[in-house]
């Protein structure tokens, strides 16, 4: 099936804002509780009543970047029919561009939320450019706007910008590159939705050399360390450290079934696994090219290097042949 992907978005666009979706529940202080204990927010304003009138404030107020939360659809929530970053993506599925990773967001507040009010949000589709080829595939960049309003206040906003992408596997073949690591495999639908690590001085040789297909394990002297550290386990605080390039092969040593919830860009159940390496250390990832009720303790497995992005490259694991 041909599908006009720009017709279509212009169709979209000019609908306009959805119907205001009402949160299911009011700002409530429990909500408010699990938020900051799960960000790491300390701030006493939100959950000490004292701390927030001292501060100028009423009551208790809700931390900002919660906007989105209050009117999320929930576990078994579905998308109501007008809303347009549904309707984008459902048209760019029917054209075969049927992954899709979120690539950057920016959020506006105008005031703090306060307990009880009930929020609504309303959202319309500003954008949809293409198609492109990025490192993932050819896509389109599809930009939506959320307002969030209590009774006829904005009281914030977000723009949103997700990359609908055709994997690379279903892309008409094209001339071959370069020869590349055997090790390295293209991600595909693991790309979506991939949380991507926090890299530091003290761990980016690590991602380096999972981007050029080598399992680098940091060196203290004598000893190999992993996950990488920035002190010398020994003590000695004037030591600089430096890493071997491990075989990349080794045994299970522990795994866990993910069963649920679903994990975007996953089918379920799959397995992540804890190798330990030949060299002695243990490393974690996934095992990918088999079924999980083939995997066990001790099954002999080797590297392999998912590749998310240009920047990205994910350590995973295969059975040994």
């Not at 408010?32 to 009551?59: K, L, M, Q």
């Not at 006829?152 to 590159?177: H, I, Q, T, W, Y």
């Not at 996934?286 to 303790?297: A, K, Q, R, S």
Request: with cysteine; charged share 20%; glycine share 10%.
């Amino acid at each position: 099936m041909t599908v006009d992907v720009r017709a279509e978005a212009e169709r979209i666009a000019a609908l306009g804002a959805s119907v205001p979706r009402v949160a299911r529940d009011p700002v409530n202080q429990a909500m408010v509780n699990n938020w900051v204990e799960a960000i790491g927010d300390t701030n006493p304003v939100y959950t000490d009543p004292a701390s927030a009138i001292a501060s100028g404030h009423s009551g208790p107020i809700a931390p900002p970047a919660m906007a989105q939360v209050w009117t999320m659809n929930g576990l078994h929530g579905t998308r109501a029919p007008d809303d347009p970053l549904g309707a984008m993506m459902a048209v760019l599925d029917d054209a075969g561009y049927t992954s899709v990773v979120a690539t950057d967001s920016e959020q506006n507040y105008h005031r703090y939320l306060c307990h009880g009010e009930q929020v609504a949000a309303s959202t319309t589709l500003e954008s949809v450019v293409g198609p492109k080829r990025t490192a993932l595939g050819e896509g389109w960049f599809v930009t939506t706007r959320t307002d969030w309003f209590v009774g006829e206040e904005l009281v914030a906003e977000m723009m949103f910008r997700v990359l609908k992408f055709r994997p690379p596997d279903s892309e008409p073949a094209r001339p071959a590159g370069p020869p590349r690591n055997p090790r390295i495999i293209e991600a595909g639908e693991r790309a979506e939705g991939q949380i991507r690590p926090v890299i530091s001085a003290d761990t980016e040789f690590f991602w380096s050399g999972t981007r050029a297909g080598e399992l680098r394990i940091q060196r203290w002297g004598d000893v190999l360390r992993h996950p990488p550290g920035p002190v010398d386990p020994g003590g000695d605080f004037g030591r600089v450290p430096d890493y071997v390039v491990a075989k990349g092969t080794g045994t299970v040593f522990s795994y866990v079934t993910h069963h649920h919830p679903p994990v975007p860009g996953r089918p379920l159940p799959f397995v992540v696994a804890l190798v330990e390496l030949d060299e002695g250390v243990r490393v974690l990832g996934e095992i990918v090219g088999t079924t999980p009720d083939e995997v066990h303790i001790g099954l002999p497995v080797e590297v392999v290097f998912l590749r998310i992005d240009e920047e990205l490259t994910l350590p995973a694991w295969r059975p040994r042949t």
